[in-house]
């Protein structure tokens, strides 16, 4: 198969180019905005720089799309978490122009990449299946754009029945290699990754609760949904759901109960004092989104997860504390004095202009 993957080199992006260069037979086409080195490990496969804020590149991404089998939309920003005109641009402008592209293309298939953040708020910690209204979490950002792409697919559904739309629904997805890229996005540029070896404990709301994957699971969910085509929304989660104790226990501190209102507020104050870049609409979302049912990917898929939720989270915290990295653009390589010269240059990461 002709396979196209916007932001195929981030965090869900790079898993899924590494399962499908393995199952071999396909012609893989990354677009990102920034493509990988020669030297960066990659399989052998055509790069084409398209950034979907721009429409100057929307020839560029037509063209990429002809003749695909597939199309699988990955691309997302999380940063600059001040700009949110810039991530809406980005994540719901750039569904559209994807969307415009594969009916312009006459694409049979297109993969969107959800989110658990596209759910409207839980009722309590049971499990929900793909049909919860994917209303999002109102007062995060990330939420109501993952929520306002969802309705561009069921627009899509209606206007175009030929093409298959699949909707993958991940939980956190965490990998060692995406942890210099985590910590840009949500650790002060002057914070040394070592810094997380020493946490002492840990202040969050003992009631957190909250699903996760590995990317190496949701690229071989993405492999089965295209080989089989199979249209509609996957729910994707390891067990057991993950705690604010098992959080505590990964950094080796000890957990502190602290309402989440008031953490809410401190992160809010730090970060519209620009100290730090997480916008206070994660800690919203975290508390909101539901745990996943995921039935349908097991029965339908013949999916499973290979890696526990334990140790997805064990070994992305690895990973921020290591700075690990693959070497492209999305999952470069971070250090205090390059976030340092970087922010001096361009300013703080949650408002510069680019991510």
């Not at 080199?9 to 086409?29: I, M, Q, T």
């Not at 980005?90 to 953040?117: C, E, F, K, N, Y």
């Not at 070896?197 to 957190?208: K, N």
């Not at 526990?308 to 653009?329: K, P």
Request: hydrophobic letters at 45%.
């Amino acid at each position: 198969m002709r396979i196209v993957i916007t932001g195929a080199s981030g965090n869900v992006g790079s898993a899924l180019v590494r399962r499908l260069a393995r199952d071999g037979g396909h012609e893989l086409v990354g677009l990102v905005r920034r493509p990988p080195r020669r030297d960066v490990s990659f399989p052998a496969m055509q790069w084409s720089s398209v950034d979907l804020t721009d429409d100057t590149h929307t020839d560029r991404l037509h063209a990429a799309c002809a003749g695909a089998d597939a199309v699988v939309h990955l691309a997302w920003g999380f940063q600059p978490s001040h700009r949110e005109d810039r991530l809406r641009e980005l994540g719901v402008g750039g569904t559209g122009r994807v969307i415009d592209a594969v009916v312009a293309a006459g694409v049979p298939h297109l993969v969107h990449m959800s989110s658990v953040g596209a759910y409207s708020p839980k009722e309590d910690d049971a499990p929900v299946d793909e049909s919860w209204p994917t209303g999002g979490v109102p007062t995060s950002m990330y939420s109501r754009h993952k929520a306002a792409a969802e309705r561009l697919l069921d627009e899509l559904e209606v206007d175009a029945p030929d093409v298959v739309v699949s909707r993958v629904r991940p939980g956190i997805v965490g990998q060692r290699a995406a942890g210099s890229a985590l910590l840009r996005y949500g650790l002060p540029a002057i914070v040394p990754a070592g810094l997380l070896r020493h946490v002492p404990v840990v202040p969050i709301d003992a009631g957190l609760v909250i699903p996760m994957v590995h990317a190496d699971d949701v690229a071989d969910a993405i492999a089965r949904i295209l080989e089989a085509r199979a249209p509609g929304a996957f729910n994707l989660a390891a067990e057991p759901p993950v705690t604010a104790q098992d959080v505590a226990d990964a950094l080796g501190a000890r957990l502190v109960h602290v309402p989440s209102g008031v953490v809410r507020a401190a992160v809010s104050a730090s970060w519209h004092a620009r100290v730090q870049p997480l916008d206070p609409g994660w800690i919203d979302l975290g508390y909101a989104v539901p745990l996943l049912d995921t039935a349908r990917a097991r029965t339908e898929l013949g999916w499973a997860p290979v890696t526990d939720a334990a140790t997805v989270l064990a070994e992305t915290l690895a990973g921020m504390q290591d700075s690990a990295w693959s070497g492209s653009a999305v999952l470069r390589p971070r250090t205090v004095g390059g976030g340092v010269l970087r922010t001096l240059r361009h300013g703080p990461v949650s408002s510069r202009r680019a991510p």
